[in-house]
């Protein structure tokens, strides 16, 4: 049977992470609501969840490192996002809003 | 001799108990620190039998015992010890005198004084650390008990604590002494540099063999002489001494006779085979010599007050002293101050006895007190007499034998000359300030009516003291000499060990115009002030100008204080506004001032906005990411 590693090369997992961690990161830092910037970051992280399973499987398929690590981001994602997302909710139920740029109190 | 250093640790007992507990002795306990005074002066006695034993033996150059004070082995060994020759002896001898009988007379004078106890200890304390400092067979246990001494001094001449005056006085005392004793320190370090050790006849054996550079032992030895000038009231550091009588008169009696001032001329005496080998450091001390003792005797005609008369005859006589080192006449030096410390003694006591019994010490005051104190005005007159140099009273053989020595020895003819001058001088104002207290009309009657001879305890010690003005410079003579148990006289026993024993010999013309001299001067005194009830100013008439410069000491107070207000406090202003305006304006301050800044241009870079944040994080990290690749490849 044919696996996975010998039909596609590494190269197209490691171009499909970088596209969606570059979107990820433009995400980030162009959008203005809190959770877009959240959705955003966890693209990032789903992009080094692929990364990490692609290299596993290509470079040492007989160890579950990367699997393992991949499955730990997921799990550690899950409770950051409802943590975020709390925070997030807290702030719009404070300001009414959840624009990054109107919540600059943090300044000089 | 070998135990001599019981001498200083009798008064050393005596302060202790005294300090401790003297309010629960009968009497304060001064009969304690008499008694151990009493029992020193016997065994200096001891002690000069011993010494004159042994120099019967023949060759003698002191008796030396010491003990290890400090030793780092390979490095450096200090000893402290006792060293006895005739030069300590005749120290020791006036010292223990001089002190037991001040004490005497000290139990009556002080009688009921609220620090009654305290007095007894600190003259102990006084003479203890004389002692150590005449005995010391090394410079640094010497320099202890110069330190002693001047504590000593100050606290005595401050004893009256509640007097602004006198705790002036106490101050300037020591600091002036201070300034010389920073120049013996200094000497000190030198010599122990160069040598290694502090041991003062391995010194001078180094110095006389010239195993010691020429330049720092220039530098050594007029260092020390700085510190014999401040302790001995030299020009220019004289100016504490005529202050010092702020204190109780018989502790200026102490310090001018026997424990403070004499330890410079004790010094320059010690160390003078070392002070031999500098060029031109005999001139010098001969010189400084000259200028103490003709400025005091000039000064000494114009003042007013009892006490300060004979205070600056105590300038006059040390600077004679210094004179006749300065020509190497030692023996002629230790005889005058021999003699000198029985007759000022005996003036310093007496003149005690008329404040004490007069409450005064303006001699516009006092006159005619000649029938009202049978004993104190004939000791103060024989005194008086000794001080100006009358023969056959002992001022006149140290005196003589001071010109003799001026006359054979190396200096200029010139300090001969100036010597002679300050003769009739000094002979003047001993006369004036007899007539003046002592005869003619009292000025002030009410005084007059309340004066009285002063009690027994006052009067037999200066009386003692007097018959040894009288009889003291017999010693001179080797009859005499023989007669007490030495083998010759004098000048057998104590000269230079370098040069060895000087022959008596009278200059005749010299000994004949310092007779003349005195004695013309005298009838001058007489002439001015003998009449009914003359003022102390009288001679003023002659010349105005001259009398002003005498009252006033030369401005020389003045001067010095106008030095102080002119440099030293300006100088200290200059270094106030260097501390305010440099260290705290722009150091302290400007440190504060540049942060505060430096955070003000810095703040903005926080500018609240999560993208500008999120922006420098993936900044940073492209950096980092290319920074990290560049390493790599």
Redesign the interface.
């Known amino acids: 049977m044919e696996t996975v590693s010998q039909s596609i090369p590494l190269e197209n997992f490691i171009v499909l992470s970088s596209i969606v961690f570059s979107i990820g ?1 433009y995400g ?2 162009a959008r ?1 609501n809190a959770v877009m ?1 959240l959705m955003s970051v966890e693209l990032m992280l789903n992009a080094v969840s692929i990364n990490m399973v692609a290299f596993a499987v290509y470079t040492a398929p007989s160890l579950f490192v990367g699997i393992i690590f991949a499955i730990f981001v997921i799990t550690i994602a899950a409770a950051e996002v409802g943590l975020a997302l709390a925070i997030v909710l807290r702030v719009f139920k404070n300001r009414g809003t959840a624009n ?2 109107e ?6 | 001799m070998d135990d001599a250093w019981v001498l200083p640790a009798l008064p050393i007992a005596g302060f202790v108990i005294l300090l401790l507990f003297s309010p629960w002795l009968p009497r304060k306990g001064d009969w304690l620190a008499i008694g151990l005074m009493g029992v020193a002066f016997l065994l200096v006695l001891v002690i000069g039998r011993d010494v004159q034993n042994a120099i019967g033996d023949g060759n003698f150059h002191g008796v030396e015992r010491s003990w290890e004070w400090s030793n780092i082995p390979g490095a450096i060994e200090i000893r402290m010890g006792t060293f006895v020759d005739q030069i300590t002896l005749v120290m020791l001898f006036c010292v223990t005198l001089v002190a037991t009988l001040m004490m005497i007379y000290s139990t009556s004078y002080m009688h009921g004084d609220r620090r009654y106890g305290w007095f007894f200890a600190i003259v102990s304390l006084f003479v203890a650390s004389m002692l150590t400092l005449v005995l010391a067979d090394n410079l640094l246990l010497l320099y202890f008990a110069w330190e002693l001494v001047g504590l000593c001094s100050m606290l005595l001449i401050g004893y009256y604590n509640d007097k602004q005056s006198a705790g002036e006085a106490a101050k300037k005392a020591f600091i002036t002494t201070r300034i010389g004793d920073v120049g013996l320190l200094i000497g000190i370090i030198i010599l122990f540099t160069q040598t290694g050790t502090f041991n003062i006849q391995h010194i001078l054996e180094m110095a006389e063999a010239g195993d010691i550079n020429s330049k720092w032992l220039a530098g050594a030895a007029i260092c020390m002489f700085a510190g014999a000038c401040g302790k001995s009231a030299q020009f220019p550091l004289h100016v504490w001494l005529p202050d010092a009588m702020e204190g109780p008169t018989p502790v200026s009696a102490l310090i001018h006779a026997a424990t403070m001032v004499v330890a410079g001329v004790y010094l320059v005496a010690r160390m003078l085979p070392l002070f031999e080998q500098v060029d031109g450091m005999m001139e010098l001390i001969t010189i400084i010599g000259l200028i103490t003792t003709l400025g005091a005797a000039f000064i000494g005609l114009a003042q007013r007050d009892i006490k300060r008369v004979v205070a600056y005859s105590t300038l006059n006589s040390l600077g004679l002293m210094m004179v006749a080192l300065g020509s190497g006449a030692v023996g002629a030096a230790m005889l005058y101050l021999f003699v000198h410390s029985f007759f000022k003694a005996s003036l310093f006591l007496a003149s005690g006895s008329v404040i004490h019994a007069t409450e005064q010490q303006e001699v516009d005051k006092l006159g005619g007190l000649w029938g009202k104190m049978p004993i104190t005005a004939p000791v103060f007159v024989i005194g008086a007499a000794a001080m100006a140099g009358v023969i056959p009273l002992s001022g006149f053989w140290a005196k003589d034998e001071i010109l003799a020595g001026l006359y054979h020895g190396p200096i200029n003819q010139a300090a001969l000359v100036l010597v002679l001058m300050s003769l009739p001088i000094t002979a003047l104002y001993m006369t004036r300030v007899v007539l003046l207290t002592f005869f003619g009309e009292p000025k002030d009657h009410h005084v007059f009516e309340h004066a009285h001879e002063s009690p027994p305890l006052m009067t037999g010690p200066i009386a003692i003291l007097s018959v040894l003005t009288v009889i003291g410079g017999f010693v001179i003579f080797e009859g005499v000499g023989e007669a007490l148990g030495f083998h010759s006289g004098w000048l057998g026993f104590v000269y230079n060990l370098a040069e060895g024993p000087e022959e008596f010999h009278v200059v005749w013309w010299l000994s004949i115009f310092s007779v003349v001299s005195v004695t013309a001067s005298i009838l001058a005194g007489y002439w001015i002030w003998g009449g009914a009830a003359e003022p102390s100013k009288r001679a003023g008439a002659f010349s105005p100008f001259f009398y002003r410069m005498f009252l006033n000491r030369f401005y020389i107070d003045e001067l010095y204080q106008l030095i102080i207000d002119k440099i030293v406090l300006a100088a200290g202003q200059m270094v106030a506004w260097f501390d305010r305006a440099v260290v705290n304006d722009s150091g302290v301050n400007g440190t504060g001032e540049v942060t505060d800044f430096a955070a003000k241009l810095a703040k903005y870079h926080q500018t609240g906005k999560l993208p500008n944040y999120a922006l420098g994080v993936v900044i940073g990290v492209v950096v980092i990411t290319i920074v990290a690749f560049g390493y790599r490849t």
């Open positions: 990161v980030v830092l203005r910037i990054v740029d919540i600059d109190t943090l300044k000089w």
